[in-house]
């Protein structure tokens, strides 16, 4: 169907996929091959973390059944959805690159004809010390996103590991040259 690339970025919660994102958005800026989708959350547009569509949980559904989402999935009592508008994107030969759940990486794969997976990963150590920083959580809730990050392993001749354990720029560096290298 597309003849663009779906790139979906993957990781645990404090893996720093925002700042990957934030960080590859600026370097690419200037080149429209890449597109970063907004995503739709079910949450407000001021609750902090990444610049998102505030969406109600009624329109949401409404939107979803609709079939206005490419991609959608529920997290953390959240509805989250990719806009369908980047399937024009996709048929013009960019590369669409957005954050998902990994709950949806095999819907992608039978629906879009060219996608890469780029898979975040962090050390438990600095991924605990991340979520402690951030202070949302509580220490049985970082125990157990860091049970779920143990368990997180994402496979397939698409997937493109991301270690973001050191300096970020090296990381963002890593990943735009994985998104260039696949122009």
């Not at 109600?56 to 206005?68: A, H, K, T, V």
């Not at 039978?110 to 949302?136: D, M, W």
């Not at 997937?159 to 122009?183: K, P, Q």
């Amino acid at each position: 169907m597309a003849e663009g690339y779906l790139v979906l970025v993957v990781g645990p919660s404090g893996a720093g996929k925002d700042s990957l994102l934030d960080g590859a958005r600026a370097a690419l800026s200037g080149d429209p091959r890449f597109v970063f989708a907004r995503r739709e959350i079910t949450r407000p547009a001021d609750s902090g973390g990444e610049d998102h569509i505030a969406v109600s949980r009624p329109d949401f559904e409404q939107r979803r059944d609709g079939g206005l989402y490419a991609l959608s999935w529920d997290a953390h009592d959240l509805g989250y959805g990719i806009p369908k508008s980047v399937e024009g994107d996709l048929a013009a030969g960019r590369i669409v690159i957005a954050n998902v759940s990994r709950g949806v990486l095999e819907e992608a794969r039978g629906k879009y004809g060219r996608v890469a997976i780029v898979s975040i990963s962090v050390s438990p150590e600095i991924l605990a010390a991340r979520l402690r920083a951030r202070g949302r959580e509580t220490e049985a809730q970082i125990e157990g996103r860091l049970a779920r990050a143990a368990a997180f392993k994402v496979t397939g001749p698409d997937v493109i590991d991301i270690r973001n354990d050191g300096d970020l720029a090296e990381s963002v560096a890593a990943f735009v040259a994985a998104l260039r290298g696949l122009v």
